[in-house]
């Protein structure tokens, strides 16, 4: 009598190929899933960001007057603002391009302008984040030698919530850069077909 652990096994090696490789469908299926997946993460982290980002303000008295501290004061964080929505909204409209991509005859320019499309998110994340990496590390630190003051220590809340905006925004890049490997790598071994 087969063990419920055999019939599995038996299950998974009927759906591969002969030499125990999965065959070119399931790669394709497995690739399209990935990029789907890694899509709709970017989406997420992207359109959860963008929130988190404009909703954050601390209202503070300094000297005597009242100071409330926003996004909207750094060209920096405006300008990953603007990014995150960019991102959101081609991803959105690049899963409409993912899905014919399924088929096993589909043409090598067709991935070539979905991984030319990722690369421009990619070096618009990148470039959003380093942007507010580094105007989030000298409010948090300052610049003595500038006499630049930190600042976080004052609004701590507002603080974190960049942080979490940033973080999320690298979130979405490094699902850019995997999106990034799995195009080159398709496009390789479209090459060497």
């Known amino acids: 009598m087969a063990s419920p652990q055999n019939t599995s096994q038996k ?5 591969n190929s002969p030499g125990g490789m999965p065959t070119a469908s399931q790669s394709q299926r497995s690739r399209i899933l990935a990029q789907i997946t890694l899509r ?7 359109v959860t960001a963008i929130p988190v980002m404009i909703t954050a303000k601390e209202p503070v008295s300094l000297l005597g007057l009242a100071i409330t501290p926003s996004y909207k004061q750094s060209s920096a964080m405006k300008f990953l603002l603007g990014v995150n929505a960019t991102v959101f909204a081609f991803t959105a409209l690049s899963m409409l391009f993912v899905w014919p991509l399924r088929r096993s005859g589909s043409k090598p320019i067709n991935y ?16 959003g984040c380093a942007a507010a990496t580094a105007v989030g590390y000298l409010s948090q630190y300052g610049q003595p030698e ?10 701590k809340k507002f603080c974190h919530q960049m942080l979490i905006s940033t973080v999320l925004s690298y979130l979405a890049f ?3 850069l995997a999106l990034n ?3 080159v790598h398709k496009l390789m071994s479209r090459a060497t077909e």
Do not use: G
């Open 11 to 15: 299950r998974f090696f009927q759906a």
């Open 40 to 46: 709709f993460l970017a989406i997420a982290f992207t």
């Open 112 to 127: 070539f302008f979905l991984h030319l499309h990722d690369m421009v998110m990619t070096l618009l994340l990148i470039s």
């Open 146 to 155: 500038t006499y630049w003051s930190p600042i976080c220590d004052i609004v």
């Open 174 to 176: 490094f699902c850019y």
């Open 181 to 183: 490997i799995l195009s």
